[in-house]
């Protein structure tokens, strides 16, 4: 093998998900030209008769004749170390992770990597993630991700599955890219060529996915599978074959292309009559695009009364009956200091006796 492989990162849980259970991780290597299996297994792993076993993990017959490109599947436990699959780029609030199943939870940080394995848990807080191929996610409020395989090499052909348990997930796959990228959940798989599209996985009595997309298309797979365009989403249920594709709400419009004001302060945003709620996220202006807060409300409006002073970045979207989300709305947003009051006749009367009786 002439070079090493650039480490990549994804995260996939095939099959039905098993929270009780340790589940098979491996990473997926991309062939290259003049690789072989011994040579891999040099390589990246310690593990005597390593060319052999993965030679029947991955049902090669005749190494020499892998095509370049082909993916090779390696168990995490036979590598020498685990790749970091992941950079946190913000947390707000509570969120833990752990490096293997049945290791100490640990409070996640802005600034740190993940290595493969990890399984990440947000309870009340919200984390963005970056993967190596400029993919971001940002894992919303009561999410729970696992990054359980990943990807090796630096050109086309990347693959990146991720396994969320449940929860919701934003994604943002790069346009160019000619990545693999799929996100699995207890009753569905998605899987999309560059795009930007939500994922919410429930894991209770009625198991479902709902995948909405904002860009691109997106293939749920369920039994059956639906090709989902722009501005479209579907809902499968597990053990049935997804539903048909759903018209997203529009993108709420605001009568200001800015707000600049202080507390207490009203946002207020067009009706669409088939929405039967809004949901408002405010995210910090800068460039890190945290997620601050989030709020439901059933009317096209909302007041802050608590709100620290400084510039914010509002996104709105509606909801339909069946639990769809629309496009984005979005609106910058300043918290000014507050007005202070005008003074009057008797307050200027009172200072200039006070400034004088200073001079004396």
């Not at 479209?232 to 009568?255: D, E, I, N, S, Y």
């Not at 009367?349 to 400034?355: E, K, L, P, T």
Request: hydrophobic share 40%; glycine share 8%; proline share 7%.
């Amino acid at each position: 093998m002439t070079a090493r492989a650039t480490l990549w990162c994804c995260a996939i849980l095939l099959g039905t998900w098993l929270p009780s259970q340790a589940v098979a991780q491996d990473w997926l290597y991309e062939a290259r030209p003049g690789d072989t299996l011994w040579d891999l297994c040099l390589q990246y792993t310690a593990r005597p008769g390593c060319w052999k076993e993965l030679a029947g993990y991955n049902n090669i017959t005749n190494d020499r004749a892998m095509a370049p490109g082909q993916e090779i599947r390696i168990p995490v436990s036979w590598l020498l170390a685990l790749p970091v699959v992941a950079e946190v780029l913000n947390v707000n609030g509570e969120v833990s992770y752990q490096e293997q199943h049945g290791a100490a939870p640990q409070p996640l940080r802005s600034g740190q990597t993940l290595v493969l394995g990890s399984l990440v848990r947000c309870a009340e807080g919200s984390a963005r993630l970056r993967l190596s191929d400029n993919s971001e996610m940002l894992l919303r409020p009561g999410s729970v991700l696992e990054l359980t395989s990943m990807s090796g090499g630096s050109g086309p052909g990347q693959a990146t599955e991720l396994q969320l348990e449940r929860g919701e997930l934003e994604i943002e796959v790069p346009p160019a890219s000619r990545s693999r990228f799929e996100v699995h959940t207890p009753s569905a798989i998605a899987a999309v060529r560059g795009t930007q599209y939500r994922v919410v996985s429930d894991n209770t009595a009625t198991a479902s996915t709902r995948g909405e997309v904002l860009t691109g298309r997106v293939a749920v797979q369920a039994g059956a599978t639906v090709e989902v365009p722009a501005g479209f989403g579907v809902k499968a249920r597990q053990g049935q074959a997804p539903g048909a594709p759903r018209k997203l709400l529009a993108a709420p419009t605001f009568a200001q292309p800015r707000i600049d004001a202080p507390l207490p302060l009203t946002v207020h945003w067009s009706a669409d009559p088939g929405a039967v709620a809004w949901l408002l996220d405010v995210h910090a202006a800068n460039a890190s695009g945290e997620l601050l807060a989030s709020h439901r409300t059933q009317q096209a409006s909302f007041e802050f009364v608590a709100l620290q002073q400084g510039c914010y970045h509002l996104v709105v979207r509606a909801i339909d009956q069946e639990g769809f989300n629309g496009f984005n709305g979005e609106l910058p947003l300043c918290v000014l200091p507050p007005v202070e009051e005008p003074r009057t006749y008797w307050d200027l009367v009172i200072w200039s006796v006070m400034a004088a009786l200073m001079l004396l």
